[in-house]
């Protein structure tokens, strides 16, 4: 069975940073795709970053330049370093994973199994 188990969520002001965790087991992590969808009260999932095999990674527009997604095949592990936060960041951030890379990576439909997700508070 896949489990996905996040960490690394929390409280934390605005222009600070945090660094999420997920760590998949039940599945052959070298060939999995991993992603991190966020979700504010209220609003629907959204994507936030994906990474692929060869480390290849995507970001949504408000990700980039502040956050970076990477990877660790050796401890089954994606991290999600978020630097720059804003209020607006605020949500429960999930981990997700499929098995084969899709043109439409962005869409949480596409993917298989999710974390339980961390909370991610940035106060202002």
């Known amino acids: 069975q896949v489990q996905l188990v996040e960490s690394g969520g929390g409280l934390v002001q605005a222009g600070g940073s945090l660094r999420l965790s997920c760590t998949i087991s039940g599945r052959t992590f070298t060939r999995s795709v991993m992603a991190w969808f966020r979700q504010a009260p209220g609003k629907e999932r959204e994507f936030v970053a994906a990474?692929?095999?060869?480390?290849?990674?995507y970001y949504s527009d408000f990700a980039k330049g502040r956050f970076t997604m990477s990877r660790d095949d050796a401890k089954n592990t994606v991290y999600l370093q978020m630097n720059s936060l804003k209020p607006e960041d605020t949500a429960i951030y999930y981990c997700?994973?499929?098995?084969?890379?899709?043109?439409?990576?962005?869409?949480?439909?596409?993917?298989?199994?999710w974390g339980q997700g961390t909370q991610v508070t940035v106060s202002s």
């Open positions: 990474i692929r095999t060869g480390s290849w990674t």
């Open positions: 997700t994973t499929r098995l084969n890379w899709a043109v439409n990576y962005y869409n949480p439909t596409q993917y298989e199994f």
